[in-house]
């Protein structure tokens, strides 16, 4: 189930990208995301369901009516939406945290004053 979270991830809008400097978030229930592709295009709303078994989102307001009358959700895979708000928690926000300072630390090169010296780091066993 691990594998499958990651797999339905979804890209973050472009205000959430420029604040998070993070592109993507394994997308999770309270998110609220707007459809980008197919039918239902620019309508958005709040995740309801992540399916992870169909790998599929359900969303409110994306719903269809059958024959019989009933309204059943419509199945959106997460790579077809962008989370527009994103519920916040703090295992979220470390997530967000990490997947930031890897990004930032990203082409920067390590010099000898960043990194302490061999010598100083390790005790002496005497």
Known sequence: STAR??????PLS????KKYNVRSLPIRKDDE???????YKNRD???TQVYRKKYVIHA??????????ATVN???????????KLHLDPDRKALLERKNRKKAAKG???????VPAAGAAKPSLD
């Open 5 to 10: 979270r990651k797999i339905m991830s979804a």
């Open 14 to 17: 472009k205000e959430l990208r």
């Open 33 to 39: 995301v707007q459809v980008v592709r197919g039918t």
């Open 45 to 47: 709303g709040k995740v």
């Open 60 to 69: 409110e307001r994306i719903t269809r009516e059958k024959n019989n009358g």
């Open 74 to 84: 419509l199945g959106i895979h997460p790579s077809k939406v962008v989370i527009t």
């Open 108 to 114: 920067q090169k390590f010099t000898e004053k960043d």
